[in-house]
């Protein structure tokens, strides 16, 4: 079955504390993307990945790595976790760029909680 | 922000009824998509529609967009309960994408 996983699916850290959320897609698909919801504020772009060890920066990339050595994961670090990044994280892929209007198909989610 | 904004926040309808939703945006698109999910879920693809398109249909969904307002509607049509969700726009821009904040959608049995 096409999909995209993620895991952990809950996660209860502590401040400061590095943890790192995995990304995996069965796709083939070049492009990736870690996405932050927020109660209203919609999702919001963390970083993405064009392909293998090409990545940059969204709109909330502070506090944040990524990394893309194999085209299948995405892993998304936080190295000091702060309350702040308390949220409900999401995973996409999809199959290359977005300029062409391509669909994107998120994982399941990851809800974080920092105290 | 490059967010775009939707409206209404929140709404509520009887089962059987139309509900229309609208998303605004402020920069150029090559196209527009609709997302929707269910509490607390990863997104689901509904619809895209191109910037050379002014309406496209998928079954109960009809998407509009005036390119010349900077805006989309998504009308979805005899509602059901199972549509209960919220509905999220979204843009790519460069290599980037844009969500906007949502409707929320109530769809009451």
């Known amino acids: 079955e096409a999909q995209v996983t993620q895991n952990p699916r809950y996660l209860i850290t502590v401040t400061g504390k590095k943890l790192t959320v995995t990304c995996s897609q069965n796709m083939n698909h070049e492009y990736m993307s870690w996405y932050r919801q927020d109660p209203g504020l919609g999702l919001r772009q963390i970083y993405y990945s064009m392909n293998v060890e090409v990545t940059d920066k969204g709109d909330v990339p502070e506090g944040y790595k990524v990394s893309r050595k194999e085209k299948r994961n995405f892993p998304l670090i936080l190295e000091s976790p702060s309350p702040n990044q308390t949220s409900l994280y999401f995973c996409?892929?999809?199959?290359?760029?977005?300029?062409?209007?391509?669909?994107?198909?998120f994982g399941p989610g990851t809800r974080l909680l920092v105290l | 922000s490059q967010q775009g904004e939707e409206d209404p926040q929140a709404l509520s309808i009887q089962e059987g009824e139309n509900a229309t939703m609208n998303c605004s945006y402020k920069t150029s698109i090559n196209n527009l998509q609709w997302y929707r999910q269910n509490s607390g879920r990863g997104l689901v693809h509904l619809i895209l529609?191109?910037?050379?398109?002014r309406e496209k249909h998928s079954g109960r969904l009809r998407v509009t967009l005036d390119t010349s307002k900077k805006s989309s509607s998504l009308l979805i049509t005899a509602s059901r309960a199972a549509d209960t969700a919220s509905y999220f726009c979204a843009r790519g821009e460069g290599n980037q994408f844009y969500f906007g904040t949502g409707t929320s959608l109530t769809v009451i049995p």
């Open positions: 529609i191109r910037s050379n398109e």
């Open positions: 996409a892929s999809s199959p290359q760029a977005l300029g062409v209007g391509t669909t994107q198909y």
